[in-house]
């Protein structure tokens, strides 16, 4: 079984939201919770969050066991969220399944199929969803430094994957990627419209 920690990018100040979106409730559970409940079912042995907005608030609000990983750059964008999470996943862990706080509809099977696929010998993995790649991702150790290298501004792992096709291996998923970036969003997800 791969040794592999789990991590939650979780800092940002949610200004579409109207206040961080690791506070949000989604179904009686903070997003923060759902994110890292979420690893951890899917077999991540550690999970971290990075948080920065609103961080003292995330503590107090989380039930889940996680270790914190402060962004003090957090408004510089997502790519500093990564490059911080990277840098903290401790050297016993063979790779990294990262996520984002956001879409509470990501399922542990997703993490689980994320994780196999590592243990087949894929050392990238991307969660794929009707076709289009979304998170959860698997990261082996030899490439979080280039991946950290690489994120820029709101840009995270893209232009690593964009850079390097031949390593990507994508897993299809169950679950829903969807992201709750605005109320609406939220509503949506709380009351969708019948089919």
């Not at 199929?113 to 150790?141: D, K, Q, W």
Request: hydrophobic share 45%.
């Amino acid at each position: 079984m791969k040794n592999t920690a789990g991590l939650v990018l979780a800092a940002g100040a949610g200004r579409r939201f109207g206040q961080p979106k690791a506070l949000v409730d989604y179904e009686g559970r903070c997003l923060l919770d759902r994110a890292v409940a979420t690893l951890r079912g899917g077999g991540c042995r550690q999970v971290l969050a990075v948080l920065g907005a609103g961080a003292e608030q995330a503590l107090a609000a989380a039930d889940e066991a996680f270790t914190p990983v402060r962004n003090r750059r957090w408004g510089q964008g997502l790519s500093t969220s990564l490059k911080a999470g990277l840098a903290a996943v401790p050297e016993r862990y063979d790779g990294v399944v990262v996520t984002l706080v956001d879409q509470p509809r990501i399922a542990s099977e997703a993490v689980r199929r994320l994780i196999a696929a590592a243990e087949e010998g894929a050392s990238v993995a991307v969660a794929v969803y009707e076709g289009r790649r979304g998170h959860p991702m698997y990261f082996a150790r030899e490439h979080l430094g280039a991946i950290a290298d690489r994120a820029s501004g709101d840009r995270g792992a893209r232009d690593f994957l964009a850079a390097n096709p031949g390593l990507v291996t994508e897993i299809a998923c169950p679950g829903d990627p969807l992201d709750i970036d605005t109320p609406a969003d939220l509503a949506a997800l709380n009351h969708p419209s019948p089919a």
